[in-house]
């Protein structure tokens, strides 16, 4: 059985700084490609970082230099360090597989930044 418990998240002021885990369960974590998604009130979920099975990594453009996305294999761990944290990322976060996520979604961790 597929899961996915991502934590993390919390309230932070502007500029501010938050890491992000996900533990997957019922996958051979070390053999996928990671990513993690956000998906903020009334929006599509979206793509924000991956990393291959060999550690490559890719953002998008808004968050590249903020976001820094990372792979522990034998904690069957993905991690999203983030800083300079803005009202914009203000979102649900979710880590699931590249380029196909699984069916199954975990619940997420909320990133709220406000002053």
């Known amino acids: 059985q597929v899961q996915f418990v991502e934590s993390g998240g919390g309230l932070v002021q502007p500029g501010g700084s938050l890491r992000l885990s996900c533990v997957a369960s019922?996958?051979?974590?070390?053999?996928?490609?990671m990513g993690w998604y956000r998906q903020a009130p009334g929006k599509q979920r979206e793509l924000v970082a991956t990393i291959t099975r060999d550690g490559s990594t890719t953002y998008v453009i808004s968050e590249k230099g903020r976001f820094t996305i990372s792979r522990d294999n034998a904690k069957n761990t993905a991690y999203l360090q983030m800083n300079n944290l803005q009202p914009e990322d203000t979102a649900v976060y979710y880590c699931?597989?590249?380029?196909?996520?699984?069916?199954?979604w975990g619940q997420g961790t909320q990133v709220t930044v406000s002053s």
């Open positions: 019922g996958i051979s974590f070390r053999l996928h490609a």
């Open positions: 699931n597989r590249v380029p196909s996520p699984y069916a199954y």
